[in-house]
T-cell receptor, first 116, second 112 residues
């Protein structure tokens, strides 16, 4: 079975440029999550979707960040304009409902983003 | 806000030793999840606990759901080099089945 697929695996770009991260969730999963991981703050939930609809974006740091899920098999996280403090590893995860509280999430391998 | 505190933050052990780590919360949790993150990869679920007092094993890993519902423990027996990584505890936000919070992790290093 294919897991969660993220692209690109690495992105290096200059400050001020637009960055787009992509995610393909596991087929059949209804939930999709975007996380950011840094040494200082650990794993932070940015936003999540249920059936392609954004449910909670309270973790999105500021207006420079936006996320979309145009269909059940694709989501993007966009940063515009990017800043050096956005450098982190960004993870996408998906899960399916039905197992009660805290159903396990399946993570992609992440995108390592470096803003110069 | 809601926080999960993991300890220790990092561990340096010899191959073959047993490992113990824990996770505490100021709030009651109904589910505890333990994940492992290998270098350069995303976290992978190891064990899920759904009932207070529950003790669950997965190979050399054993996890327990604390009776108070405010803590959980993970033990690894007879550690091997591939156990290196970051171990995260996680649980759902109060009254939210679909959103979970992660601890900051315990980094496990195995000395040659």
């Amino acid at each position: 079975d294919a897991g969660v697929i993220q692209s690109p695996r690495h992105e290096v770009t200059e400050m001020g440029q637009e960055v787009t991260l992509r995610c393909k969730p596991i087929s059949g999963h209804d939930y999709l999550f975007w996380y950011r991981q840094t040494m200082m703050r650990g794993l932070e939930l940015l936003i999540y979707f249920n059936n392609n609809v954004p449910i909670d974006d309270s973790g999105m740091p500021e207006d420079r960040f936006s996320a979309k899920m145009p269909n059940a098999s694709f989501s993007t996280l966009k940063i515009q304009p990017s800043e050096p403090r956005d450098s982190a590893v960004y993870f996408c995860a998906s899960s399916s409902p039905g197992q009660g509280a805290g159903q396990p999430q399946h993570f992609g391998d992440g995108t390592r983003l470096s803003i110069l | 806000g809601q926080q999960l505190n993991q300890s220790p933050q990092s561990m340096f052990i010899q191959e073959g030793e047993d490992v113990s780590m824990n996770c505490t919360s100021s709030s009651i949790f109904n589910t505890w999840l333990w994940y492992k993150q290998d270098p350069g990869e995303g976290p992978v679920l190891l064990i899920a606990l759904y009932k207070a007092g529950e003790l669950t094993s997965n190979g050399r890993l054993t996890a327990q759901f604390g009776i108070t519902r405010k803590d959980s423990f993970l033990n690894i027996s007879a550690s091997i080099p591939s156990d290196v990584g970051i171990y995260f505890c996680a649980g759902p936000f109060p009254n939210r089945d679909d959103k979970i919070i992660f601890g900051k992790g315990t980094r496990l290093h195995i000395l040659p």
